[in-house]
């Protein structure tokens, strides 16, 4: 059967593309049935899969992505960089495989699965869940995908402890242990979180360059503070004696000794807290905020103190009035209440 000019023309065009004759056909007959036999269709399909196509081959791999993620975070502080930089390694570690999926083609599910194998408590894989979204929105900026996929993972609820605050004999036993444990060393820092509510990891930052001794005030500059606000707390009486014989530090000298976790954990292991009456961490900050509104009875002025944007927070999980006593000796009085 003798073919007519077309048929050969066309035959001559399909052999010109160096694919298989009979696949270059089935393929056209493919796009012609998606485009419902419309060629202008099939021309916009094979335009816009093209273009697809060009997107799926712009990505890079998990691993790449989170690289990205840290060199946009270079001017955060040191701690959010190193609790970052841990959360992607155990992500990874838990997920051999994630390291080298392209984040184009990831989906939600997935993101969730590897969630769940990494992270056990609804704690743990909030923090994780929200360091995978910080990489897919790095990604998405660089135009690597399209979408966060992380962004539809559910974030599990998570039960708040109460926390309780420390009683006025635990308070004087604590500062007693403050004054014995290593000449003293830790007693700055635990006067500082007691009677200031400053935050343990801020407490850290802090050098007696922080300290204004002629305003009788302590500083939380914004590159310290957990919020990224800085604030000025004002130090109380009980405060300033504690602190009377620091006046003389040099400025760079920072407020925790040197090895401060163990000399913490030490201390208020000695103190009375053990195994069967664990140490809350954040038990200082909680009884500083009760004593504080017990005495001054101003939520603004505690609001500022603590370094929250409204008193909301205040309200329904820091402060705890049952175990309050004497709180005009807490301020006024000798440290402890005595």
Same mark, same amino acid.
């Given at each position: 059967m003798m073919m007519s000019d077309k048929e050969q023309a066309a035959l001559a065009v399909l052999r010109s593309t160096g694919a298989d004759v009979l696949e270059a056909a089935l393929i056209a007959k493919e796009a012609l049935t998606a485009a419902k036999g419309q060629l202008k269709r099939a021309k916009l399909c094979i335009r816009l899969g093209g273009e697809e196509l060009a997107?799926?081959?712009?990505?890079?791999?998990?691993?790449?992505?989170?690289?990205?993620?840290?060199?946009?975070?270079?001017?955060?502080?040191?701690?959010?960089?190193?609790?970052?930089r841990y959360v992607c390694k155990r992500l990874m570690a838990r997920n051999p495989e994630l390291g080298s999926r392209r984040v184009r083609s990831m989906t939600a599910r997935e993101c969730e699965r590897y969630l769940a194998t990494a992270f056990e408590t609804p704690q743990q894989f909030r923090k994780g869940r929200a360091v995978m979204s910080g990489v897919f929105s790095t990604a998405v900026r660089n135009e690597w995908?399209?979408?966060?996929?992380?962004?539809?993972?559910?974030?599990?609820p998570v039960q708040e402890h109460e926390v309780g605050i420390l009683k006025p004999s635990e308070i004087k036993q604590l500062l007693e242990t403050a004054k014995s444990?290593?000449?003293?060393?830790?007693?700055?820092?635990?006067?500082?979180?007691?009677?200031?509510?400053?935050?343990?990891?801020?407490?850290?930052?802090l050098t007696y360059n922080d300290v204004d001794w002629e305003n009788g005030s302590i500083t939380i500059r914004a590159r310290h503070s957990k919020t990224g606000g800085a604030r000025r707390v004002d130090m109380a009486p009980p405060l300033l004696r504690l602190l009377s014989g620091c006046r003389d530090k040099p400025?760079?000298?920072?407020?925790?000794?040197?090895?401060? *976790?163990?000399? !913490? $954990?030490?201390? @208020?292991?000695? +103190?009375?807290?053990?195994?069967?009456?664990?140490?809350?961490?954040?038990?200082?900050?909680?009884t500083f905020a009760s004593y504080h509104l017990q005495y001054h009875r101003d939520y603004? *002025?505690?609001? !500022? $103190?603590?370094? @929250?944007?409204? +008193?909301?927070l205040l309200r329904t999980r820091y402060v705890d009035l049952r175990d309050v006593a004497d709180a005009a000796r807490f301020w006024e009085g000798e440290e402890g209440g005595r």
């Open positions: 997107k799926r081959e712009r990505t890079v791999s998990f691993a790449k992505a989170v690289e990205a993620a840290l060199e946009a975070r270079k001017g955060r502080r040191a701690r959010t960089q190193t609790d970052f995908c399209d979408v966060n996929p992380v962004a539809k993972v559910a974030v599990p444990y290593e000449s003293g060393a830790c007693l700055p820092a635990v006067g500082v979180m007691l009677y200031a509510g400053i935050r343990p990891h801020e407490v850290t930052r400025g760079h000298e920072p407020l925790c000794p040197k090895r401060w *976790a163990r000399h !913490w $954990a030490e201390l @208020h292991s000695r +103190a009375g807290w053990t195994a069967e009456k664990p140490w809350q961490p954040d038990i200082l900050r909680h603004s *002025a505690l609001q !500022w $103190a603590m370094g @929250h944007r409204d +008193a909301s």
